[in-house]
């Protein structure tokens, strides 16, 4: 996590203009939406379960 606060694009462009990044030990990954002064967590997410929960949040 520590690289996509140092580089906020890190990840690909994912889903409601988020990016995603995935975690290498575990099964999760991070979703977040850059803007110019701050870097929001959207969800930590399971990559197997409940997929698309969090995208409610970004609206």
């Given at each position: 996590m520590t690289e996509?606060?140092?580089h906020r694009s890190v990840g690909p462009t994912y889903?409601?203009?988020t990016r995603?990044?995935?975690l290498e030990r575990f099964p999760y990954f991070v979703v977040y939406?850059?803007?110019e002064e701050k870097l929001q967590?959207?969800?930590i997410a399971h990559g197997k379960r409940k997929p698309g929960y969090?995208?409610?949040?970004v609206d």
């Open positions: 996509s606060v140092t889903l409601h203009g995603r990044y995935l939406r850059e803007t967590v959207i969800a969090w995208r409610r949040r």
